[in-house]
């Protein structure tokens, strides 16, 4: 790992902390979930709704950017954003992604360049760049968020910490819970998520991103 020394050291401090929280979650009721998003959602403002929509725009119009530039498949370019986006932020997201593609296509590996994630996630992005799309079916969250970037997929949901955070309390103050759901819960989330979008008139992808700026808003004072 390259910009984030204790990164790993934290990830599994929070695997401990949240243990209780796995057995609430796999226990919690479909209903219980659903409560939760709708209540969410509920809390968002407008501005929370331009931004999270805006949000997947903006992604998407740099996946479409990124695919041009270095003649690859937005699902691909898509693929490589989300490799590299643990514990990254956004900016720094595209940047990295933009690197590691100008270095596979300078032929270069991933020895050859400085990523603000993981290394192994390094090595994820750099196969994904190389063509080797498989890969991205091996975490659900990576081939949701391709799906969603690259193919405009509605029925795939990126569920990450913070979705799982909404999904699991209505707590407006930070509260710990599960933040990595097994696959059995993902796929849960995903189509409950997806449903519950479909009937309030929004792409499941633009809904976790509306949610993930309201909840956020609130636990972090913003």
Not at 38 to 48: C, I, K, N, Q, Y
Request: charged residues 25%; hydrophobic residues 35%.
């Amino acid at each position: 790992m390259d910009c984030i020394a204790t990164a790993e050291g934290h990830l599994h401090h929070s695997l401990k902390q949240t243990a209780r929280a796995m057995k609430t979650a796999t226990i919690t009721k479909d209903a219980t979930i659903l409560r939760h998003l709708r209540g969410w959602l509920a809390e968002s403002t407008p501005a929370d709704i331009e931004a999270g929509r805006g949000w997947y725009r903006d992604a998407m119009d740099y996946a479409r950017y990124l695919s041009n530039e270095f003649n690859v498949s937005r699902k691909v370019a898509a693929g490589v954003i989300s490799a590299l986006s643990p514990n990254n932020k956004w900016e720094r997201n595209k940047i990295d992604a933009f690197t590691v593609l100008q270095a596979v296509r300078d032929g270069l590996g991933p020895e050859d360049v400085k990523v603000c994630t993981y290394d192994a996630n390094k090595r994820k992005a750099f196969a994904i760049a190389r063509g080797d799309e498989s890969i991205l079916r091996k975490s659900p969250k990576t081939y949701a968020f391709a799906m969603n970037v690259g193919e405009n997929s509605s029925e795939h949901v990126t569920v990450d910490k913070w979705h799982m955070r909404a999904c699991l309390t209505s707590s407006r103050k930070r509260t710990q819970v599960q933040e990595s759901p097994t696959a059995m819960q993902y796929r849960r989330i995903e189509g409950l998520t997806a449903r519950l979008a479909k009937r309030k008139g929004y792409k499941g992808y633009e809904l976790q991103a509306i949610i993930w700026v309201t909840i956020k808003r609130h636990w972090e004072g913003a």
